[in-house]
């Protein structure tokens, strides 16, 4: 009877044992999946946000007077327009 519940015991103990390395395994790997899905999550929010970035801009780009806002910073002038250049006195 003793031989018997040692070896049931012995089949009980081996049962958990494996069943907590598992458990432990599994967390282990949730883990690192949390972790990658993390970093995925953020790279898709950095890639929204660029997208509706670029999108105001092509937006902008449809407007006339944004390029020329453009065009005039870039040094461009309209015909029959002079370029004004300021300059720093050295007081």
């Given at each position: ?7 049931w ?9 494996w069943?907590?390395?598992t458990?432990?395994?599994q967390?282990?790997?949730r883990?690192?999946t ?12 950095a ?5 509706a ?23 461009l002038?309209?015909?029959?327009e ?10």
């Open positions: 009877m003793k031989r018997r519940l040692r070896l015991f012995l089949i009980v103990a081996s049962f958990m044992g069943a907590v390395y458990s432990v395994q967390l282990e790997a883990s690192e949390i972790k990658t899905l993390k970093a995925l999550q953020d790279q898709v929010a890639a929204e946000q660029r997208q970035e670029l999108e105001f801009e092509i937006e902008r780009l449809g407007n006339p007077e944004y390029i020329k806002e453009l065009a005039r910073k870039n040094g002038t309209m015909p029959g002079q370029p004004i250049q300021v300059t720093e006195s050295g007081d």
